[in-house]
């Protein structure tokens, strides 16, 4: 069904180059919107999931921009978002140039366009707060742990045990692919502080240009508080050298076949546009490296009865190479 009487073709998604100015003179004022293009693809292709990737590329004023995720709608069509603003003024210019689809990942040379929508963000403000609220926990709870507890041994935490393991230890590389380059944590680490992260572990790996790596262990029961939520952060930096790693990354739990979606992380922080709920997005640490969650899981899962619990997570850019990650270990914090 289209809500209007005529849509707009387009035969090359790889080349769209359309030119957008829209007003704002019939919204509400101080209302949060976002700006949303919608589409679908000519060949009226089912998708059993409620995103995909497309990576359209664009630009809003004179800044390139890149919006990767499209959502699929009730009515079969699909909407991405370009922006979002508080609406303060009765009438306001936006001026886009749609460039480009991803056609890797999107395979269709034609999509239909319907128009542009704009939708209230409801509780924009509440989410800002909360974020806040949530930054200030996170930093308290980094000083709890890089200060009070140094007289305490790293594998308690609030009477919980907490484990951290290096690159070493998790990375799984084949014998026949090179993928990591070994370095020593003293070349690596960017503070040179005893409360580094680095500091605990001889050597960090560098990923070389590839677009997939794994991360494999087997944890002891006995490493872990029992029945107890664990969350998994991978503990990173970008290397000075590195100009990608903007797009989102897959993470795949390789011991679940039926993953419903794909967990979604980013190694630089995205613009808004690109963060959803259920996205998981990097932070800085105390110690002057980055985390990002990357598994969850509890503790009291015991497959067959094994001393262990296994780990085998599979992680994949949609775009581009990981070149210039740099990996210095996990760490396994009760929740």
């Not at 497309?54 to 991405?80: C, G, P, Q």
């Not at 963000?121 to 949530?134: D, E, G, H, P, R």
């Not at 107890?228 to 795949?252: A, Q």
């Amino acid at each position: 069904m289209y809500r209007f009487r005529t849509v707009a073709k387009m035969l090359d998604i790889s080349n769209l180059m359309i030119k957008m100015t829209i007003n704002t003179q019939f919204l509400s004022p101080d209302v949060v919107y976002g700006i949303y293009l919608v589409f679908k693809f000519c060949d009226s292709r089912k998708f059993s999931r409620e995103r995909m990737y497309v990576n359209l590329k664009y630009t809003y004023e004179t800044e390139t921009l890149h919006s990767y995720f499209a959502k699929r709608r009730d009515d079969e069509w699909m909407m991405i978002e370009l922006y979002r603003f508080l609406n303060q003024k009765k009438d306001v210019s936006f001026k886009f140039l749609l460039e480009s689809f991803s056609r890797y990942y999107c395979k269709s040379d034609a999509i239909y366009i319907e128009g542009i929508e704009f939708r209230a963000i409801k509780n924009a403000s509440l989410k800002i707060t909360l974020w806040f609220s949530f930054y200030i926990l996170f930093c308290f709870y980094y000083y709890v742990m890089m200060y009070v507890t140094r007289s305490f041994s790293l594998n308690e935490l609030n009477g919980k045990k907490h484990l951290i393991l290096s690159a070493t230890d998790v990375l799984y590389n084949s014998p026949k692919l090179k993928s990591f380059r070994f370095n020593s944590s003293a070349d690596s680490r960017s503070l040179r502080s005893r409360q580094s992260f680095s500091y605990r572990f001889q050597d960090v790996a560098e990923l070389l240009p590839q677009q997939v790596f794994r991360m494999k262990y087997e944890i002891e029961i006995q490493r872990l508080s029992p029945s107890t939520e664990y969350t998994c952060y991978l503990v990173f930096k970008v290397s000075e050298r590195s100009r990608g790693l903007h797009c989102p990354v897959k993470v795949w739990d390789l011991l679940i076949r039926k993953n419903k979606e794909d967990q979604i992380i980013y190694f630089r922080c995205p613009a808004s546009l690109n963060q959803h709920d259920s996205f998981w997005v990097p932070t800085q640490r105390k110690d002057g490296w980055m985390e990002v969650m990357v598994w969850k899981f509890n503790s009291k899962y015991n497959k067959l009865g094994k001393n262990f619990i296994p780990m085998n997570l599979k992680l994949v850019t949609y775009e581009g190479t990981m070149s210039g990650l740099v990996i210095c270990g996990l760490e396994f914090r009760p929740t």
